[in-house]
Every structure is written in structure tokens, then in C-alpha cells.
């Protein structure tokens, strides 16, 4: 799974995913941590007082026919400290909206809402006459947005970029305490807010990569609020953070888009020499992962060559492979409003469970260790065509191995999402893998997955057989 940065490529923008885990706390490490512990049930309930409101609404400069307000919520949902942030709202004007209000929630988390709402209005046009489409900012993005302006620099939008420990220590400072306030549970409450500020009863939430990873949250958490959901490019509430499934699908899709092109190689066979021979798997893995999404059938129109580059390599020039790579790093053309690495992080390591390590409560000293036992643990048929050590390498493992002892996320209060839910995914999607999807709707008794061949990551908009399907199943 990985959250790329944003840049242009044959006019496609290329935005981020989603990252968070849930499962049993492990032992604190200190007493802050312990207090933590004891309080971190009570972030998802909204606490009594007055109801949420919207202020200071205006037209939304720029984005005709929607009016742009602010939602203040707490900072601190547990109520030990004081503080609110106000959250940039667009909500569309049509009020009489016949199916009611479908809220977009987009992904990361790091990628703000009202920004992308000119986007996500052209890509979902066919279901706007029916309902009145709703965006927030999630708190830590957009107009309120982490600038860790090193931890920013070094890796932009990526999950796969691994940042250096001072940057990731230096975000952690920055914040304080704040850390603990940036969890999708924290989240799902704000989006609770949301609805009762709006006056609906229910919604319609079509949540993409870590967007449906909140909307399943929020469903699990109230479940009487939803009436549907559509998931694109599913993220489970369990999933792997040494990204298995997508290493191990690589090889796969690079071997369909070699029978399309008739390449006349193993580019599987091909890529598992070049990383052993000369140690990038992980860049290797962040070059092939992009090309999923922007160019799935790996034509090298208007992205990298990457089928002749894993041949050259081969050959033994690794040079326009690796030129490619570094290309890629750091996040000089990401700003945090458009993504914020450290709202990416804070949040991704406070979700994480499944880390070699546990928990986001793991005390430091005990982390490395688990790293290196969670390498030998890897067998190298696990994550072929690429090695263990791409596995423990990634820029998840590297970043939240050196964030300190968080607030872990609370598991939702229920476990089966019982309301219709439309599951989309592309066959050829390396952040968030089929295989997830397949896991999650097995799961679902009421839910319908719609697999995409030849497609990579986010499918709405940019795919006519699954904007038909979100249409039928939304609109009929």
C-alpha cells in the first residue's frame, strides 16, 4: 500500500492511500502512554453539549454551486486538554437532493477534501443531480495541515519513501502531545459532527484507498447513519504494513503487461535479479507501484519505460533504472495542503498494530529488534520477485519505528458491516492489492466486489465499467 506523491502524468494526478491498522494494544511504555491507554475507548463517542454547527458560509471561491463553511470540533476528543480546529467544509447547494447527501472521502491520510472537490465533482457527475455531495478536510490536512517541513521534503506523499530518523523525530517534537489527537478514530468522531452540523439523519459515504478505511470505521462505529458505501480501492482493517501482498502481486502484473506488449522477457525474473544484484527493491517497488496507477499496462506513455528498464538492468546497466528512481524522491513539488506527510504519519503510526513491533505504544528500545526478527521471520517466497528486506525496508516500517509511543487507535464496536456495500477494485493495483478487497467483501454479507482487469489504483472516473457499476448501484 502506498500513497504517492502528487504529480502530473498524462494528466492524471497522482494522489495518495491509505494506511492504518487495528488489532490488541501491547504494553505501554510509560505512563503517559498508560493513561492513554485507559481513555482511547472514549475518542470515537461525541461528548454531550451543544449540537455541531456550520460558520462562516460562503460560496466556495471558485467551485460553483457549493458553499464553503467551517466545522470546529475538539482537539482532544478524550477531553483532557482544551483546544477545537476548525475544518474547511464544501458542501453542494442542491439541498432537495431526491437520494440525500453522499459524502466523498478522499485518501492518505494526509490528503485534504475541499481542495479536490472540482476533481471529485467531474469524476461522480452522474450521481450528482440525485445527491448532494459533501467534502471535508480531515483535521491535519488542507487549510489546516502538519508542515513537518523535513519529514515533508524527504518524502512527499509516498508510504515507500523511507525518511531519515531525524526527520520522523523531528515531526514528533514539533507536535507534542499533539500526536495522540490525529487517529482515525478521532476521524470517524469529526465526521459524526459532520452529519448531525448537516441535519441528516443518513448518508451515502463512497470513500477511496484510506477514504474507505474511515468509511468502514465510521460504518462499524454507526452503523445506523450509513445507508450505503461504496470502497474504491479497498483497504482492509487488518492489512499487512510489510506490504506482502502487493510485492508478491508485482510480479504478476509485470508478466500481463509483458503478454500484452509481447516485451520478450520475464520482467519477474528479470526484477528479482536486479534487486538482488544491486539492493533497491524498495525504490524499485515505489517505481512499479506509481506505474500501477498512472499506467498499469506499463506502456511507458507518459511514465518510465518500466519494462525496459527492469531489462536493462538485467543486462547489467542499472543506471536508467536507478536515474528513474531518484527521480521520484522527496517531496520538493508536494506541498503539505496538497499532502502532509506529517498528518501521514501521525496518523499511520497512532492506526498501526500490525507492525513487527505491535502497537503504536511499543516502547522505542524495542523496535529495532522486532525488525530485524520480522526480516529473518520472511521467507523469500513470501515476497518474490522482490527480497525480505524490501519488506522491512519500506518507508511505513522506517517511519514509524522511530515515531514515539502514541495513543493507539480503538477497534470500532463492531466487526461486519451489515448495510449495502459496493467493494471496487483494479486487478493490477500494487497500494491497495486485490487480494484485500477479496478478503473484505468474503467478509460482507450484503456486500458485491467488481473487480477491474487492466486497471490500477482508483477506479471512479477514470474507468467506464466501474463508473457503470457505482452508478447501478447507487442510483438503481
Known amino acids: 500500500m502506498r500513497a ?54 460562503r460560496p466556495c471561491a471558485g467551485i460553483a454551486g457549493f458553499t464553503c463553511s467551517y466545522l470546529t470540533v475538539p482537539r482532544d476528543r478524550t477531553g483532557h486538554t482544551p483546544g477545537t480546529l476548525r475544518l474547511p467544509v464544501a458542501v453542494a447547494d442542491n439541498t432537495a437532493a431526491p437520494r440525500g447527501t453522499l459524502l466523498m472521502l478522499s485518501g492518505g491520510p494526509g490528503q485534504p477534501g475541499v481542495g479536490l472537490v472540482p476533481r471529485i465533482r467531474q469524476r461522480v457527475s452522474y450521481l450528482l443531480n440525485d445527491y448532494r455531495m459533501v467534502m471535508i478536510d480531515q483535521r491535519g490536512t488542507g487549510e489546516g495541515a502538519i508542515d513537518c517541513e523535513r519529514l515533508q521534503a524527504e518524502v512527499g506523499s509516498s508510504d ?16 507534542g502531545q499533539g500526536r495522540h489527537h490525529y487517529t482515525t478514530a478521532d476521524t470517524v468522531a469529526d465526521l459524526e459532527d459532520l452529519r448531525q452540523a448537516l441535519d441528516v439523519s443518513r448518508w451515502t459515504i463512497d470513500g477511496v484507498s484510506y477514504g474507505t478505511f474511515v468509511a468502514q470505521h465510521y460504518a462499524l462505529t454507526f452503523p445506523g447513519r450509513v445507508s450505503r458505501m461504496v470502497l474504491d480501492s479497498v483497504v482492509p482493517l487488518d492489512i499487512d504494513p510489510l506490504y506482502v501482498a502487493g510485492l508478491r502481486r508485482t510480479g504478476w502484473m509485470l508478466r500481463q503487461a509483458c503478454q500484452e506488449q509481447n516485451c520478450g522477457f520475464d520482467p519477474a525474473a528479470a526484477l528479482a535479479g536486479v534487486v538482488r544484484r544491486y539492493d533497491n527493491g524498495v525504490g524499485v517497488f515505489d517505481l512499479i507501484v506509481i506505474a500501477s ?97 524490501t519488506a522491512v525496508g519500506n518507508g511505513i516500517v522506517q517511519a514509524c519505528r522511530y515515531w514515539p509511543p502514541a495513543r493507539a487507535n480503538p477497534q470500532p464496536p463492531r466487526h461486519r458491516l451489515t448495510m449495502p456495500v459496493l467493494l471496487i477494485n483494479g486487478d493490477r493495483d500494487l497500494s ?15 456486500g458485491e466486489l467488481v473487480i477491474i482487469p487492466g486497471m490500477g489504483h482508483s477506479i471512479q472516473g477514470r474507468n467506464a465499467a466501474g463508473d457503470q457499476a457505482v452508478q447501478h448501484f447507487l442510483l438503481h
Request: with cysteine.
Open 4 to 57: 504517492p506523491r502528487a504529480r502530473h502524468w498524462a494528466g492524471i494526478v497522482v494522489t495518495g492511500v491509505v494506511c492504518a491498522m487495528l488489532g490488541p494494544a501491547s504494553q505501554p511504555a510509560s505512563a503517559e502512554t498508560a493513561s492513554a491507554e485507559a481513555t482511547v475507548a472514549r475518542v470515537a463517542a461525541t461528548p454531550a453539549g451543544p449540537r455541531p454547527r456550520l460558520t462562516d458560509s
Open 293 to 389: 496507477i498512472v499506467d498499469p499496462k506499463l506502456t511507458g506513455e507518459g511514465y518510465f519505460p518500466v519494462l525496459p528498464l527492469l531489462r536493462l538492468a538485467a543486462q547489467g546497466e542499472p543506471e536508467p533504472l536507478n536515474q528513474a528512481i531518484a527521480a521520484l524522491q522527496g517531496g520538493q513539488d508536494t506541498p503539505p495542503a496538497e499532502y502532509s506527510a506529517g498528518l501521514h504519519v501521525a496518523t499511520l503510526c497512532a492506526d498501526l498494530v500490525h507492525a513487527p513491533w505491535g502497537n503504536s505504544m511499543a516502547p522505542l528500545w524495542q523496535r529495532d529488534a522486532a525488525v530485524a526478527e520480522a526480516r529473518r521471520n520472511l521467507s523469500a517466497r513470501q515476497v518474490w520477485p522482490f527480497e525480505p528486506q
Open 160 to 175: 515507500i519513501t523511507p525518511p531519515s530518523r531525524e526527520a520522523v523525530r523531528e515531526c514528533a517534537r514539533q507536535l
Open 432 to 446: 491497495t492489492p486485490l487480494e484485500w478487497a477479496v478478503e473484505r467483501a468474503a467478509q460482507m454479507p450484503r
